[in-house]
């Protein structure tokens, strides 16, 4: 009996283990609130930017720390801006710090903006796709801070769709805010932690003063599951929806509706013929699926179906998809013709994990 009781505690030590909750680096203010206490830094913040229920913001200035300015996102800082939206700049009204848009007339933080700061805190929720700008953000910001010797300091949160890496590889040729690193798959498996190391290596060149620091996660694996407190912007309202996105985000560039403006975006998609795909509550299999496309084209207009820029192209990554879409060929060629990169990409992303997989 013996043996058989120490495998049974041991099985309900590892359960317990697995059941603890997953703390943000955002949760960890030891680790980061002692390096701020000059206030002359900023962050990057949106409605995401939480401490349990409470802002970043608002837990910084209840003690004592105050941000020189708050920069934020595409969405705006209370995340209620639609997709594209301009983003202007404004006055926060609870703190009365400035907010500086990097989703209007600038993209990235000017020298300006930086000049009077030592530090830069990071703080938003991706979801792991490429072509979701928050990385795009976080790159810009990377590129000022190094550029102007301040350091900078990402606050990890999970990546909800963090437990695997697929679909088509960026082309230097269609680089754009969709997408700005070459080289990344539409799902990329990393935390916005690991990201931003992965970038904090391939930076040409950096001013004295410029360091990364990433306030990692604790209890937290790649294929944790992990629901976001709240929506990370206004069309991802569900775990659901969350899990389609890498997939449907590419009718973005075509005529078909992902339910903008219907209480289900990215979970209910339809043509103007009539003809829709309710995906509430369908298993979501962990890889990039064509299949939704496949059928959308099947009873769509083809010579309608892709708008007529090249805005599927820059989703995409690569100007073949469309191509290889049109002509009909199969699944298993699509896939085939993303290699060696993706394959090269998965084992380059391991050199910047800070987390097990398993």
Known sequence: MKPILTLLVAVLLMGGA??????????????????LVSNHFAVVANHSSLIGQTHLVDTLMARGLRPA???????????????????????????????????????????????????VVFDLQDVGCRFYTYISTLHYVMQACAEQGVRLIV?????????????????????????MRAGTPVVYGMTIGEYASMIDSELPSRKPGYGLLVVRLSNY???????????????LRSPQAIALYPSLCLFEATSISVG?????PFEIIGND?????????????????????????????????????????????NALLRRQLLDGRPDDEIRASWEPALSHFKAYRKRFLLYPEH
């Open 273 to 317: 013929g009539g003809y829709k795909m309710d995906l509430r509550g369908i298993k979501v299999p962990p890889r990039f699926d064509l299949s939704y496309l496949r059928e959308m084209m099947a009873h769509s207009d083809t010579a309608t179906f892709f708008l007529k820029t090249n805005g599927f192209e820059r989703l995409a990554g």
């Open 221 to 235: 694996c790649h294929d944790s599951i992990y629901h976001l407190p709240v929506p990370p912007s206004p069309a």
């Open 69 to 119: 300015r708050i920069f934020c996102p595409e969405h705006g800082f209370r995340g209620t801006a639609a997709a594209g939206a301009r983003v202007n700049s404004s006055i926060d009204s609870a703190s009365g710090v400035e907010i500086a848009s990097l989703y209007g007339r600038h993209r990235k933080p000017s020298p300006d903006q930086l000049s009077d700061l030592f530090a």
């Open 260 to 264: 903008r403006g219907t209480p289900f």
């Open 155 to 179: 606050l990890d949160r999970p990546n909800p769709n963090g437990h695997y890496v697929d679909g088509p590889v960026m082309d230097s040729d269609f680089c754009s805010f969709v997408g």
């Open 18 to 35: 697995a059941a603890q909750p997953i703390i943000t680096g955002a949760q960890h203010t030891e680790q980061y609130m002692p390096l």
